[in-house]
């Protein structure tokens, strides 16, 4: 064993250093946890079926939950045919202008709603009542998936509810279940929804209408996830009406009586197999779009327009340029980020105009572009900002920070900006100051949503598309000084259950363009600010949406939609050539949905209700399910089992486990707890757990046995050394603003010793130390990388981390050799690794990968050696290693150690091909299929061998004498690794590495087969 040696100055300072550093991490900060911001107050209203959460400011939301979930109870119940046990949380947050919700049934029944409701160009903007809609859907989660019969019950009862049959359907049964109820259950859903009818029909015309193997959606091609939740509602509707919406609930308790998981009882239900069925749905959907394309044809349609932008990438949002000279566009593309592009529609050359995802972009009159983008403006809180962009100076200056602020509208005649805020599902009015802030015109309580503000050309009238309670969204034109003063919202375009959307003024004034569906079909439409006429602009098959007129009233540019998504068109303005309006479509004769069910009328003002401080006990205890584990190590077996819990709000955590492991016979356990109130994220626990280090070396004063490893006097014995460890740990974390940084720090008390007496003749050099390895662990990481839609990997940015790990004796280390000699510990170990990722110009998906990592041990040498090299592991939440140990390709695992660290490695990597396909029904997708070809290389030294990083900044070594002597012992390893992207069970999805890596150097693999490897997970 290395003598033990001591920098005692240099420990101090980094022992100083370090305690400073975790003082400063755990500090209480006026910001917020990692769930939820700690300012908000939490009060619980109970009901007969639900407990209800809510913060400060959503008192009217939680008020209506209490009524609406109870009606909902009472409508669904029957409907599924199954009641829980007991009651169901909900949670209502606040935090984002993202509309949407999600249930869980797993540890217990719950349910969490974001309070804004969904914007105008969302597939989620036919509803009646937004929290009726969103209530209705995911309660259907829970009845659907918490029914469990027959022996499954049984099953339940031993392991609790990790084991719910119903949950482990594929998406487009459990989410085309819940959006189907959604659709019957009201006047609106996303199953009577133009949008939706405009996807399936564009892909019925097409020949792209996805078959049975696609859809869960997991593909990237256009219209991705969304089939799930589209087409798995359209094949519900269509099973309803084919076999009575009573065999919905039966296929449910079919499956909930199931225990072999991922076979689907459709034949036992329907008489026939998913596959056919969904063929059969498939050919009634042709003809009913083929029939809907020929009424257009018979008129004159479609349109006839020229696409200028679009498939393979997305196209939205047209805007001209105020010079007419180029027309604007957001451009969503699945090999990069989205970006604004400016296009000249005759040449039709275009390039990058802004780096951004703008939504609502619009011209000042001094020449500027305004527009809003969602993002993160602290670590629990995002939404919509304002922000400006000077076309001169190419220069975005953000406007807002946190006001939840969209939809700007610069005024022609004074230029200041009206725009949109978001609070607690209420939109409001307002004017944008000089200093980011809002000054909001009245109050509007009632739920009225707002978007697409728009000024006419002399500013004295203001278009927008409101919706308002019943499920009408409609564009009003109004006076802005009439509704800050009497609430007045002007005049409505039409009064019914259609949808219009994104007005906008001709040049003139003469026109307000608009999209709606009046007919069943989304097309452009012209209301004339001087007599109100209405006029029909395009007749499309697919849709028409957005249109801009461009400022010399002579293009008019729209976006259009095929079954590969939106492009952007432009055909001539003109006005004589527009035609009466078709009839407006009779809203109950959508293609599948039923006649709708009516809501119960909503009374005039939601009652106070008792309520009382939130308690996370309800929740946290007790536990609710056992999970058994079971594992494989090279001379034995490990089992055991795991329980734990988290509070609805995730404010509190928990978790046991005991573990059983063979070859040491010994029992393990452990605890654990996390806070997550505080700021910042507080943890601590305790385990107890074995180490095996292999068969102990005896002095025996005899040759080894032949062919046996060892040598004159000591020799291996049959006795296996195995280090009992005993850790107690206290951690904090403290998310960042931008989500971008996180820092953390880690106190563990590490108590190490011999499980058992070593034997009297243990060789005791080659035994470890044993005593306290304490210390603390502080670290920092960032990370800005991104991927896209048709990525293998990461495409771009970069990550860095860097972490210190001092030991010492003030803070309770000390270690002892085999001997029994007490020796100190005074240690600082120093890891940093960087990432970055390059997209190849050259050709789309190829990326260059890049990976850097050094470290370096301060002080004393413990014996065990601080760092170890070797293997074919990587990123993987499947495979548990100690800490500071290296991947080096062609290389044994471990193989190569020492107290510093130089590690590079690099990688080429490329798609082969996307397969994008499942095996019918089965619980098996495969994504795509690529190339990586690597370089690895790096190596693990002791001080002794080689000069360390710190005796180089220090002046006590040369940095060209250090050099030499690490490329001297260098370990270089090159190969290739096939990667495969899979999703098993409708999960989320896996990686399967299978490689060859050769070592050129020393100590490498010996080659076939002992280099070919596969593992789970990412290299890096």
């Known amino acids: 064993m290395p003598s033990a040696k001591e920098r005692p100055t240099r420990l101090r300072l980094a022992t100083v250093v370090g305690l400073v550093l975790l003082a400063l991490l755990v500090l209480p900060r006026a910001a917020g946890a990692a769930n939820y911001d700690p300012r908000l107050r939490w009060r619980t209203v109970t009901t007969p079926h639900f407990r209800i959460h809510f913060h400060q400011g959503t008192e009217h939301l939680a008020f209506k939950a209490a009524r609406v979930a109870e009606e909902i109870h009472v409508r669904l119940v029957p409907e599924l045919k199954w009641e829980p046990r007991t009651r169901t949380d909900l949670v209502i947050l606040d935090n984002t202008d993202s509309a949407n919700g999600f249930a869980q049934t797993i540890p217990y029944r719950a349910i969490t709603i974001y309070a804004t409701a969904p914007l105008e160009d969302s597939s989620l903007d036919n509803y009646e009542d937004w929290l009726w809609a969103l209530l209705v859907h995911e309660y259907a989660h829970i009845l659907h998936i918490d029914t469990t019969l027959g022996v499954n019950r049984v099953i339940q009862a031993v392991i609790g509810r990790l084991w719910v049959p119903n949950g482990i359907q594929p998406g487009w049964l459990t989410e085309g279940l819940a959006t189907y109820q959604e659709t019957v259950q009201t006047a609106g859903g996303r199953g009577r929804s133009a949008y939706t009818e405009m996807l399936w029909r564009a892909s019925a015309l097409e020949g792209t209408f996805p078959g049975i193997d696609q859809a869960e959606g997991y593909q990237a091609d256009w219209p991705g996830g969304q089939i799930r939740y589209l087409y798995g509602a359209g094949f519900h509707l269509w099973l309803a009406n084919r076999f009575g919406d009573d065999r919905i609930a039966a296929f449910s308790h079919a499956h909930a009586r199931q225990v072999i998981p991922f076979i689907l009882p459709s034949r036992r239900v329907f008489g026939r197999s998913f596959p056919t069925l969904w063929g059969e749905w498939r050919g009634e959907m042709e003809r009913r779009a083929a029939a809907d394309r020929d009424r257009v044809l018979e008129r004159g349609g479609p349109t006839p327009s020229t696409v200028v932008a679009g498939a393979p990438y997305q196209a939205t949002q047209p805007v001209w340029t105020p010079d007419s000279q180029r027309l604007l566009y957001v451009r969503r593309d699945l090999y990069g980020p989205t970006r604004v592009m400016a296009l000249d529609p005759d040449t039709r050359r275009e390039e990058v105009f802004l780096k951004k995802a703008p939504r609502s972009m619009t011209w000042s009159p001094k020449g500027h572009l305004y527009f809003s983008e969602v993002g993160n403006f602290d670590p629990f809180n995002s939404g919509y900002d304002l922000f400006r962009y000077d076309p001169v100076t190419r220069k975005v200056r953000r406007l807002t920070r946190g006001q939840r602020a969209r939809d700007p509208a610069p005024s022609p ?358 005593g306290s390895f304490s210390g603390i662990d502080v670290g920092w990481t960032w990370s800005d990388t991104s991927s896209y839609g048709r990525s293998v990997s990461p495409e771009a940015g970069s ?186 069970g409708w999960g989320g999805f896996l990686r399967l590495r299978l490689g060859a890596g050769v070592g050129l150097t020393d100590g490498a693999l010996s080659g076939f087969p002992d280099n070919l490897y596969w593992q789970l997970g990412s290299s890096f």
């Open 413 to 770: 005649r004074d230029g200041r900006v009206l725009c949109v805020v978001n609070d607690a599902q209420m939109n409001h009015l307002a004017w944008l100051g000089e200093k980011g802030q809002v000054h909001r015109l009245g109050e509007i309580r009632d739920y009225t949503q707002f978007s697409d503000l728009v000024w006419s050309p002399d500013g004295s009238m203001l278009a927008l598309s409101a919706w308002k309670e019943g499920g009408r969204r409609d564009i009003h034109v109004l006076d802005p000084v009439a509704f800050e003063r009497w609430g007045d919202v002007g005049i409505a375009l039409a009064d019914d259950r259609a949808s219009e959307i994104d007005p906008t003024f001709s040049p003139d004034g003469r026109w307000l363009l608009f999209a709606s569906d009046r007919s069943g079909i989304w097309n452009v439409y012209a209301w004339s600010v001087a007599d109100g006429a209405l006029r029909q602009v395009t007749d499309e098959v697919g849709g028409a949406f957005s249109p801009s007129v461009s400022p010399d009233g002579r293009w008019l540019a729209y976006q259009g939609y095929t079954s590969s998504g939106y492009d952007v068109r432009i055909l001539p303005y003109r006005p004589e050539t527009w035609s009466e309006p078709q009839p407006a479509a009779d809203p109950e004769a959508r293609w599948l949905a039923p006649p709708p069910r009516p809501l119960p009328p909503p009374p005039e003002a939601e009652v106070p209700l008792p309520s009382r401080p939130y308690n996370p006990i309800r929740t946290l205890f007790p536990p609710r399910y056992l999970s058994p584990s079971f594992s494989f190590n090279d001379t034995g077996f490990v089992v055991g089992l795991s329980t734990g819990g988290f509070d609805v709000l995730r404010q509190h955590s928990w978790g046991a486990s005991v573990n059983y492991r063979s070859d040491s016979g010994y029992f393990g356990w452990g605890v654990g707890y996390t806070n997550d109130v505080l700021y910042p994220k507080i943890g601590l626990g305790f385990s107890t757990y074995t180490v095996s280090y292999g068969r102990i070396w005896l002095e025996t004063g005899e040759p080894p046995p032949p062919g046996g490893p060892g040598f004159d006097g000591i020799h291996r014995g049959e006795e296996t050394y195995f280090e009992r460890r005993d850790r107690a740990y206290l951690s904090a974390s403290v998310p960042t603003r931008d989500r971008h940084h996180a820092f953390f720090a880690r106190y563990v008390l590490d108590v190490r010793r011999p499980l058992r007496e070593v034997p009297g003749e243990a060789h005791t050099e080659y035994l470890p130390n044993h």
């Open 799 to 984: 990550s860095f981390s860097a972490r210190a790990e001092v030991k010492s004796k003030y803070l309770g280390a000390g270690m002892k050799t085999p001997d029994g000699e007490e020796t100190p510990l005074e240690q600082v170990v120093l890891t940093g690794e960087g990432r970055g990722y390059v997209s190849m110009p050259w050709k789309r998906g190829h990326v260059l990968g890049i990976r850097g990592a050094l470290g370096t041990t301060l002080g004393t040498q413990e014996g065990q050696y601080s760092f170890r090299m070797g293997g074919s592991f990587g990123d993987s939440a499947f495979i548990s290693l100690p800490d500071r140990y290296y991947p080096l390709r062609g290389y044994p695992t471990s193989s190569v150690r020492g107290d510093h660290l130089l590690l590079l490695s690099a990688e080429y990597r490329l798609p082969l091909f996307f397969v994008e396909r499942s095996l019918s029904t089965l619980p098996v997708y495969l994504r795509d299929v690529d190339l990586s070809l690597f370089a690895d290389a790096g190596q693990a030294w002791d001080s002794g061998d080689n000069p360390s990083l710190a005796s180089i900044l220090s002046g006590d070594a040369d940095l060209g004498e250090a050099l030499l002597g690490w490329l001297g012992d260098l370990r270089v390893g090159v190969g290739a690794e096939i990667g495969v992207h899979f999703a098993l």
